[in-house]
């Protein structure tokens, strides 16, 4: 999935709108978005919202942004929704794989309760949003089936640490956030599940949000967190690749497979090419696959 566009889960307006924005994956916002006098109101209306979404083949994957599990209020969030069955939820302020396990556990009970296949629903965690979250990135290794994206968030950091801002006089990220990236990257990669990254918070700035998608693109990040739809178009653009790219990545494929399990090195067009070079094809392959291009 390249983008993720945030929703307030106690919004008509934003609910009815959300599906035209034409993003990969709407996140249902429980949390930051939603006053706490508002909660039980979101809820009713996010599972609401995902009924009504139950019929349309071409819709966007949904995935509900609950509560933190410090909060008091996860069990609530997930009472409400599981039953509606989301694609999956995203677990903020998560501080390591066992974060991620209790979220299983939860979840587990509530499909078995409505009858919902168990592993249906999927996980996506926030990881950097606490300085624990930061360091415990390691932590996510074979947690669970669930699993399937690490995320990351600079705003809840800045206010974890303390700190004034989170960007430089030129607008890059300081050096502790960007090794928050870094980590949940690479945690990412040792959990084997994609890497989602952060919001661009000046949504009017789409020449900014477009740099900051290509160093995303290049650093790793298979996806971008959106907070108003006229990020959507950019975001899905360039995380699209480009079709030289995938023809080039499926003939690597082809190579390889005709070669056999026991290939090493190989020749492609003058070039040499290995195993690597084998991986980073089939994950250019995926990214070209969740955007609806042929790689056959």
């Not at 509530?110 to 999927?122: D, H, L």
Request: charged share 30%.
């Amino acid at each position: 999935m390249r983008s993720y566009l945030f929703v307030p889960a106690d919004s008509d307006r934003k609910l009815e709108k959300a599906p035209g924005a034409e993003a990969d994956c709407l996140l249902i916002d429980l949390e930051d978005s939603v006053s706490y006098r508002r909660k039980a109101a979101g809820r009713e209306m996010a599972a609401a919202f995902i009924r009504s979404q139950a019929e349309n083949g071409e819709r966007a994957r949904i995935i509900v942004r609950v509560n933190a599990l410090d909060s008091g209020l996860t069990g609530d969030d997930l009472d409400a929704v599981i039953a509606s069955r989301p694609d999956g939820i995203l677990l903020p302020k998560s501080e390591g794989g066992a974060h991620v396990q209790e979220l299983d556990a939860m979840i587990a009970v509530r499909e078995a309760e409505a009858g919902i296949a168990e592993g249906s629903v999927r996980i996506h965690a926030l990881v950097s949003e606490t300085a624990a979250g930061v360091l415990s990135a390691r932590s996510y290794i074979d947690m669970s089936p669930r699993l399937e994206a690490l995320a990351w968030g600079g705003e809840d950091l800045s206010a974890d640490l303390g700190v004034e801002t989170n960007r430089d006089m030129e607008g890059r990220y300081t050096d502790m956030f960007r090794l928050a990236r870094s980590l949940t990257v690479l945690g990412a990669a040792a959990a084997k599940v994609m890497a989602v990254d952060t919001v661009y918070t000046d949504f009017r700035d789409m020449d900014g949000l477009e740099r900051e998608c290509r160093a995303a693109v290049r650093d790793g990040f298979s996806g971008k967190m959106a907070i108003h739809p006229a990020q959507v178009p950019v975001i899905n653009r360039v995380f699209t690749p480009d079709a030289n790219a995938v023809e080039r990545s499926r003939k690597i494929v082809t190579l390889f497979a005709e070669a056999g399990d026991d290939a090493g090195v190989l020749s492609l067009e003058g070039q040499m090419i290995d195993r690597p070079h084998l991986r980073q094809a089939e994950r250019i392959l995926a990214r070209a696959e969740a955007a609806g291009m042929s790689t056959s």
